[in-house]
């Protein structure tokens, strides 16, 4: 279920912003997805409720509902613009891409608010390929990606890539810049912006603002335990669903096995990516790994039933499960690895076990050429463009 017509690569998203030919890289079609002739398909619409065996699903206004015996939630996160795009097409978003690129090549003076690995990787790429354009990011703490687990030796690493690339880096400082937001995250305006702390003021005639990833799980209040497992529960307490929703983050609490995390309510349902609060910092590399955990505990489940069930109907068909067959895999949340694509030709990584070290080398050799676009065309049983 998916509700564009093609796959978004947001990795690459800022570079397709400063570099037009890359563009084509941006939005992978599903069309190969599966291949011809499988039982398998690819359903157009946007999942608004989410019940016990089935799920609603708007596709432009017509409602209808989906049946499951397994349901995975993969709906991501957003994060401003260009990063995510809140677009209901590919057509759209390569429209709303070349403005926004249009806009900047015609601005002398940019400023990013927000120096999480997205604004750090932004600012990187805009001063490589305007090297004449003033480029300044703004960050209210004081280190760049400043994540849970990550070593100060590679925010600090970052913060000099940018310097040395000419970008201007204010940490400790906020700014309010009037109509930039969320919801409306690039402007192309003539402002005079003042920091807070420092009370500098910037000439700048576009701003982005880059900050924090957000997750909708709107969907779930639907969401109600089976009536047999109610009826077993209600003695003990009623089911609420935001006792599985993080209360800051709106990510969706899950088991180590990637089900939801409410007792033995939710066995079909899993939650992964983005979307669950499987991992402190959430990636790509994290949210497939995950998948795969969560596919082969589908497996698991399904031989169970498959067991149980030959059982039941005395087929004679009993086989046993391997000891470790029948057991439900834990997923392991993935160490700090992190990769900052500054511009096409290096940034900063820090990777487990070598950290820091060769982390220019690093980025170059797994991310910065290429961003990943082959492998997810790949991945997608596309030809890359
Ligand atoms: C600029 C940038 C650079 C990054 N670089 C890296 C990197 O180098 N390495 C790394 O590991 N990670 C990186 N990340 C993070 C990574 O992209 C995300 O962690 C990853 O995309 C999460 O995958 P996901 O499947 O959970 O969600 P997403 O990729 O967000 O996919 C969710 C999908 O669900 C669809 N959807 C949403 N709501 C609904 C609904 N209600 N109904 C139907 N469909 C819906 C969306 O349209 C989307 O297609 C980067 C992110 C950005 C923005």
Redesign the pocket.
């Known amino acids: 279920?998916?509700?564009?017509d093609a796959?978004?690569h947001?990795?690459?998203?800022?570079r397709a912003l400063v570099q037009a030919d890359f563009a084509k890289n941006l939005w992978i079609p599903y069309t190969n997805l599966f291949p011809l002739g499988s039982e398998h398909k690819v359903v157009r619409?946007?999942?608004?409720e989410v019940h016990g065996d089935h799920v609603v699903?708007d596709h432009e206004g017509k409602i209808h509902k989906m049946a499951f015996d397994f349901l995975v939630l993969?709906?991501?996160?957003?994060?401003p613009a260009p990063?995510?795009l809140k677009v209901q097409s590919s057509a759209e978003g390569i429209a709303l891409m070349d403005k926004i690129r249009a806009d900047m090549q015609s601005s002398q003076s940019i400023v990013i608010v927000g120096g999480g690995?997205?604004g750090t990787?932004?600012a990187g790429e805009v001063k490589y390929a305007y090297p004449d354009k003033y480029v300044a990011l703004i960050h209210d703490l004081s280190s760049l990606v400043d994540y849970p687990r990550f070593p100060q030796d590679f925010k600090d690493k970052a913060r000099e890539y940018l310097e040395k690339q000419g970008v201007e880096v204010f940490l400790n400082e906020s700014v309010e810049i009037e109509g930039l937001s969320r919801d409306n995250p690039c402007q192309r305006a003539y402002r005079t912006i003042t920091l807070k702390n420092s009370h500098k003021a910037i000439e700048s005639d576009m701003q982005f603002f880059s900050i924090g990833?957000k997750v909708?799980t709107n969907?779930m209040h639907t969401l109600q335990p089976a009536a047999a497992s109610q009826t077993k529960r209600d003695s003990v307490i009623p089911f609420d669903v935001s006792s599985i929703i993080d209360t800051k983050t709106s990510a969706i609490h899950v088991k180590p096995t990637l089900q939801l995390d409410h007792g033995d309510d939710f066995p079909n349902i899993f939650a992964?990516?983005?979307?669950?609060n499987a991992d402190p910092v959430?990636?790509?590399?994290?949210?497939?790994t995950?998948?795969e955990v969560a596919a082969r505990n589908i497996i698991v489940l399904l031989k169970r039933e498959m067991h149980a069930d030959n059982i039941h109907k005395n087929t004679g068909l009993t086989r046993c499960f391997k000891s470790n067959e029948g057991k439900l895999e834990d997923y392991a949340p993935v160490k700090t690895?992190?990769?900052?694509?500054m511009n096409p030709t290096g940034g900063v990584s820090n990777l487990p076990v070598v950290g820091t070290l060769l982390g220019g080398l690093a980025a170059w050799a797994?991310?910065s050429s290429d961003?990943?676009s082959g492998r997810f065309w790949k991945e997608m049983n596309m030809p890359r463009p």
Not at 1 to 4: G, K, L, T
Not at 272 to 276: A, L
């Open positions: 279920m998916v509700m564009r796959r978004y947001c990795v690459a998203s800022y619409g946007t999942v608004t699903v993969a709906t991501g996160s957003y994060i990063a995510k690995a997205c990787e932004f990833i909708d969907y992964i990516g983005d979307i669950s959430p990636t790509a590399y994290a949210a497939a995950a998948g690895l992190m990769v900052l694509a797994v991310k961003l990943f």
